[in-house]
């Protein structure tokens, strides 16, 4: 049989690794020279935009919720379809989360329903770019900008990924971006956030580290409650060596997914009833690569007959109203339909940097043998 094929695995190459056993040997291993430098490179593919680093892509959208002022009594909308993360900062914050039903065919947030959910509460918005497909961002940025709207850009799956030819994170209001495990580049875990000017820098500092504010030798001040979210050199060292082949990541996985097209073959869909993902080449980083199944076959089934194959399967997402958490609140079944059904029936194929072609026809292979 052949090896297990995960849905997704980092790539890390010798000379980082190197590079990571020097920083552990040169005794400074927390935020120092790595982490400036590696804030320098991400501030300078975003178009020169200001940049900071974290330890991961949830407290960054948290510390930008709470930059924009956001807080008890605001409203911020949201889609159903993401990892937790997104809601729960909402939370944390005390404001109250909003949910909007998502687009059938992107799986993103729908924006004529994002524009019905705004009311006199509403103070900022979270869209989600799943897969790594932005929205329609000329769009999305009018209604923002019509009712005067923060945005907080999780773009956590979307780095390399852009609108009309310009990066995801070098427009826009505030932009995070994650570098977990099984995202396009990693640092092992954590995140970044793009800024709009030096106050909102500042202020970001602070909530990355404790409130302090230092000056001098032996100054040191507090006025805002601050976390300790800072990344290390360790992780920044790993960001930088994934960070110079970034291009070239995200050229393989167009090509991966111009593949798995190419063997599903344009009856796919009519032949089996499962629903592809939007074939939009260009602009998406093709972060994952996923099926909504149909509702002849459970979710459960299908990735245990793929792990049968020694094909690993992930899944992203359940629908963030339906947990217990969010049920208290007051939302349940049937508030957001096609989210609910989308998050019923959807999976996500393998995807990463070292797979291959025939890694992906043995893919179609199984999907096809399995839903047959």
Partial sequence: MNAFLPFSKPTIDEA?????????????????????????????????????????????????????????????????????????VILQVGATPVFADIDPLTRNIDLDKLEAAITPRTKAIIPVYLAGKPLDMDKFYAIATKHKLRVIEDAAQAIGST????????????????FQANKNITTSEGGCLVMNNDDEVRLAEKYRLQGVTRSG?????????????????????????????????????????????????????????AQLPPPEFAETNWHLFQLVLPERISRAEFMAKMKDRNIGVGYHYAPIHLFKLYRALGFKEGMF???????????????????????VERTVKAVREVLA
């Fill in 16 to 88: 980082t690794i190197a590079e990571v056993g020097n920083v552990l040997r040169s005794g400074w291993i927390t935020s120092g020279p790595k982490v400036l430098q590696f804030e320098k490179l991400l501030s300078e593919y975003f178009g020169g935009r200001p940049v900071r680093t974290f330890n991961s892509g949830t407290c960054t959208m948290e510390i930008a919720l709470r930059i924009a002022g956001i807080g008890a009594g605001d409203e911020v909308i949201t889609t159903p379809i993401s990892w937790p993360a997104t809601a729960n």
């Fill in 163 to 178: 609108w009309k030819g310009k990066r995801i994170g070098a427009f826009g209001d505030f932009v995070s971006f994650s």
């Fill in 217 to 273: 030798w032996d100054g040191i001040e507090v006025d805002v409650l601050g976390g300790k979210f800072n990344m290390t050199d360790i992780a920044a060292t790993i960001g930088l060596g994934q960070f110079a082949q970034i291009e070239h990541i995200t050229a393989h996985r167009r090509q991966l997914a111009q593949h798995y097209f190419a063997s599903f073959g344009a009856d796919f869909e009519t032949q089996t009833g």
């Fill in 337 to 359: 339909p096609i989210a609910e059904h989308v998050g019923k029936q959807i999976v996500s194929l393998p995807m990463f940097y070292a797979m291959n072609e025939a890694d």
